[in-house]
């Protein structure tokens, strides 16, 4: 296979369209000739129009690779194995950890065009049902009913991507960004003193209870719908009540559980900030029935809310990665602990209640990958091993001083109303 650069300027290059706002690319070659069908699958690949910050770049490793492809007088429909990894090959410069990370979300953009261009045709498509050996790749694209596997089956997807370790098995995540209930005070606490609209400041504040006291991933809170949390008589029978977000990471369809705590927050969400402000604004026939909406009445995106949490870490100078997943990690550790001494009063074996601490939160986080719950429960181990409860503050005394802070506020406010009620007179 040919390993020599390529100049990524001349065979293949891709030309921008501005409509409505938004940026379409076509890609040509060096003969000035449209490529239609590279050009349709690249624009496949955004099926709501090229919008996202970082679409060019994903575009410009496209053409990258159709140029090397052109350089070899290869057809994307003949691409092989031994492609992808000389081109894999001739991305690599220096053996450093940092490029070969970086390759790898290269070729992750790159087996997604291909996908992207089988996808557009059934009779493409049927050409790789079946296919192994030299085409391990593009096989594994697809399953037997030829859909888009699973993300949670796309071990065998990249086959070719550099293996490289990570900083906590799984995760990129440190101990240190791993929030106590110290640090979920002080957040609240910078979320009050924001200044911004009280609309605003009650749901940013929702958005962390939720994900502190709730097994919602991000993307599953910002799909929430408010005629779920109108009626919470189970909760209030039961205690707790199940809940179905519209999205769920893999596409799955879990039910989780939400205590009469967080359910009572919400619906008082609901009532006191959400409907009222629809109506002042005079946006009920503009929402959608999303729970989280944006100022001006429009679905909350979750790239947006983990922008304005992180706005709020980075006031409180918390280390960058400490934002909103993180605080579903200390629900698990406390899932986790207290099931544990709970059966561990019940059958006074610590390896029993080992087991029946893991199954349960297995059940309430929804975890289908062994590695995905083998990566809390690392966490939670290891924080019980560290000098975090040393360091952290002390959360009950924090919170004495919030709650006498907000009767001091609230007081204040009614003082000032007294005031001015009778300056009227």
Same mark, same amino acid.
């Given at each position: 296979?040919?390993?020599?650069?390529?100049d990524?300027?001349?065979?293949?290059? +891709?030309?921008?369209?501005?409509?409505?706002g938004?940026?379409?690319?076509?890609?040509y070659g060096?003969?000035?000739g449209t /490529?239609?069908?590279?050009?349709? +699958?690249?624009?496949? /690949?955004?099926?709501? &129009?090229?919008?996202?910050?970082?679409?060019?770049?994903?575009?410009?490793h496209?053409v990258?690779?159709?140029?090397?492809?052109?350089?070899?007088?290869?057809?994307?429909?003949?691409?092989?194995?031994?492609?992808?990894? +000389?081109?894999r090959?001739?991305?690599?410069?220096?053996?450093?950890?940092?490029?070969?990370?970086?390759?790898?979300?290269?070729?992750?953009?790159?087996?997604?065009?291909i996908?992207?261009?089988?996808?557009?045709?059934?009779?493409?498509?049927?050409?790789?049902?079946?296919?192994?050996?030299?085409y391990?790749?593009r096989?594994?694209?697809?399953?037997?009913?030829r859909?888009?596997?699973?993300?949670?089956?796309?071990?065998?997807?990249?086959?070719?991507?550099?293996?490289?370790?990570?900083?906590?098995?799984?995760?990129?995540?440190?101990?240190?960004?791993?929030?106590?209930?110290?640090?979920?005070?002080?957040? /609240?606490?910078?979320?009050?003193?924001? &200044?911004?609209?009280p609309?605003?400041?009650?749901?940013?504040?929702?958005?962390?209870?939720?994900?502190?006291t709730?097994?919602?991933?991000?993307?599953?809170?910002?799909?929430?719908?408010?005629?779920?949390?109108r009626?919470?008589?189970?909760?209030?029978?039961?205690g707790?009540?199940s809940?179905?977000p519209?999205?769920?990471?893999f596409?799955?369809?879990?039910?989780?559980?939400?205590?009469?705590?967080?359910?009572?927050?919400?619906?008082?969400?609901?009532?006191?900030?959400?409907?009222?402000?629809?109506?002042d604004?005079?946006l009920?026939l503009?929402?959608?029935?999303?729970?989280?909406i944006?100022?001006?009445?429009?679905d909350?995106?979750?790239?947006?809310?983990?922008?304005?949490?992180?706005?709020?870490?980075?006031?409180?100078?918390?280390?960058?990665?400490?934002?909103?997943?993180?605080?579903?990690?200390?629900?698990?550790?406390?899932?986790?602990?207290?099931?544990?001494?709970?059966?561990?009063?019940?059958?006074?074996?610590?390896?029993? +209640?080992?087991?029946?601490?893991?199954?349960?939160?297995?059940?309430r986080? &929804?975890?289908?990958?062994?590695?995905?719950?083998?990566?809390?429960?690392?966490?939670?181990?290891?924080?019980? &091993?560290?000098?975090?409860?040393?360091?952290?503050?002390?959360?009950?005394?924090?919170?004495?001083?919030?709650?006498?802070r907000?009767?001091?506020? /609230?007081?204040?406010?009614?003082?000032?109303k007294?005031?001015?009620?009778?300056?009227?007179?």
């Amino acid at each position: 296979m040919n390993n020599t650069r390529v100049d990524i300027t001349k065979p293949v290059f +891709a030309l921008y369209a501005s409509l409505s706002g938004r940026e379409y690319p076509t890609l040509y070659g060096a003969d000035k000739g449209t /490529l239609k069908t590279e050009s349709f +699958a690249v624009n496949a /690949l955004y099926s709501d &129009g090229i919008k996202a910050s970082d679409s060019k770049d994903k575009v410009h490793h496209v053409v990258r690779f159709l140029c090397f492809l052109h350089q070899l007088q290869v057809p994307l429909e003949k691409v092989r194995d031994s492609h992808l990894k +000389a081109y894999r090959n001739n991305l690599l410069t220096e053996e450093t950890l940092a490029q070969k990370k970086s390759i790898n979300i290269y070729l992750t953009t790159v087996y997604n065009f291909i996908a992207n261009y089988y996808e557009t045709d059934p009779v493409r498509l049927s050409s790789l049902i079946g296919q192994t050996h030299a085409y391990q790749v593009r096989s594994g694209l697809f399953n037997e009913h030829r859909a888009r596997v699973r993300k949670n089956e796309q071990v065998k997807l990249y086959p070719l991507k550099f293996k490289v370790p990570s900083s906590s098995g799984l995760t990129g995540l440190r101990l240190d960004q791993i929030p106590t209930d110290a640090d979920y005070i002080l957040l /609240l606490d910078c979320i009050e003193r924001s &200044g911004a609209h009280p609309f605003l400041i009650q749901r940013d504040k929702l958005a962390i209870e939720i994900a502190r006291t709730s097994a919602f991933r991000r993307n599953s809170i910002i799909s929430l719908k408010a005629s779920q949390f109108r009626d919470i008589s189970d909760a209030e029978e039961t205690g707790r009540m199940s809940v179905t977000p519209a999205k769920q990471k893999f596409g799955y369809q879990y039910s989780f559980e939400v205590n009469y705590s967080l359910a009572l927050k919400i619906n008082l969400f609901i009532r006191q900030g959400l409907d009222p402000y629809l109506k002042d604004e005079k946006l009920s026939l503009k929402w959608s029935g999303a729970l989280f909406i944006n100022k001006n009445g429009t679905d909350m995106t979750k790239q947006y809310l983990t922008k304005r949490i992180s706005s709020y870490a980075k006031k409180l100078r918390w280390p960058k990665g400490k934002v909103l997943h993180v605080f579903r990690h200390l629900f698990a550790i406390e899932e986790s602990d207290n099931e544990y001494e709970s059966q561990l009063k019940i059958n006074n074996d610590p390896n029993v +209640a080992k087991s029946a601490a893991r199954i349960h939160l297995k059940e309430r986080l &929804g975890h289908m990958s062994p590695e995905s719950q083998r990566t809390y429960l690392e966490f939670s181990q290891a924080l019980k &091993g560290s000098d975090r409860d040393e360091k952290q503050h002390d959360t009950k005394k924090m919170q004495v001083t919030r709650q006498a802070r907000m009767e001091q506020e /609230l007081w204040s406010l009614k003082t000032n109303k007294k005031t001015r009620d009778f300056d009227i007179k």
